[in-house]
């Protein structure tokens, strides 16, 4: 089987008006047309989506949505669906990112919904796991994040998920600077990978790429993404600086 290319997101949350957001696209799909060998995707607000989508048509980057409800279409105030956000020119799809779990109440049952809608459309879901401090300091995470993906990913078979990719990303350590360990992050994409194989009977085939996020920056990502059980990341803060970014993904092209 291939080896898929190491995937580096910037989640652009609500940062960024459309004419921000389109220049940052310019600039990155200038400094990015000569590069290969990694897959480079960025999540501007709803509000972006569509000029930014039309700046990248072509390029090497791709679009992300940082959200959508499972339903098609309906009387869903302020909701948009994965059709919207594939009409825009999204290829991938955030779910379950933390933010949407703690400020929004999003459970693993809806996630589970959106999961399966997004892999109905044909949609990257980029899948969101992970513990909070206090959970971790209790010595839960490893439970924490089971049930995130036996719930969230429940009723999938492993032969529909070559695209799917999951996101670690430790509650603790989004925003506040402090960030795990390579080691540490090592160890809990082994267990995703392991449990995903042996408990939830993915193929090995399948190719899931575990991503981690959780305050990468230029200053860490190299040491991060050097490491064999880390396939990208999804960058925050970082991402919404474009020399940061970039020296993020070039970490990720480095041996």
């Keep these: 089987m291939t ?3 190491p995937l580096v997101i910037g989640n652009w949350k609500m940062n960024m008006l459309a004419s921000q957001a389109c220049d940052m696209a310019r600039s990155l799909v200038d400094r990015l047309s000569e590069v290969e060998g990694v897959e480079v995707v960025i999540a501007p607000p709803f509000t972006s989506l569509y000029p930014v989508g039309q700046i ?3 390029s090497r980057l791709r679009l992300a949505g940082q959200n959508f409800y499972f339903a098609s279409k309906g009387a869903y105030t302020g909701e948009v669906s994965l059709e919207m956000l594939r009409d825009v020119g999204c290829d991938f799809a955030l779910i ?3 933010e949407r779990r703690s400020l929004f109440g999003e459970n693993d049952a809806a996630i589970n919904k959106k999961v399966h809608r997004a892999i109905q459309m044909g949609i990257t879901a980029v899948v969101c796991v992970g513990e909070t401090l206090e959970q971790r300091k209790a010595g839960a995470t490893l439970n924490i994040i089971e049930t995130q993906l036996s719930k969230g990913l429940a009723g999938l078979s492993g032969e529909r998920l070559s695209t799917l990719a999951i996101a670690y990303e430790p509650v603790w ?8 360990t390579p080691e540490q992050v090592a160890d ?4 995703i990978r392991k449990f995903l194989f042996e408990s939830l009977g993915f193929s090995e085939k399948v190719g899931t790429r575990i991503l981690y996020g959780g305050s990468v920056n230029p200053e860490n990502s190299k040491q991060l993404l050097q490491e064999d ?7 925050g803060g970082a991402s919404l600086d474009f020399e940061s970014f970039c020296a993020i993904i070039n970490s990720a092209l480095e041996p």
Excluded: M, R, W
């Design 173 to 180: 350590a989004i925003g506040t600077g402090v960030n795990a």
């Design 3 to 5: 080896t898929p290319l």
């Design 56 to 58: 990248i048509k072509g």
């Design 96 to 98: 379950g990112h933390s």
């Design 229 to 235: 059980e880390i396939d990208g990341a999804l960058v």
């Design 188 to 191: 809990i994409h082994k267990f």
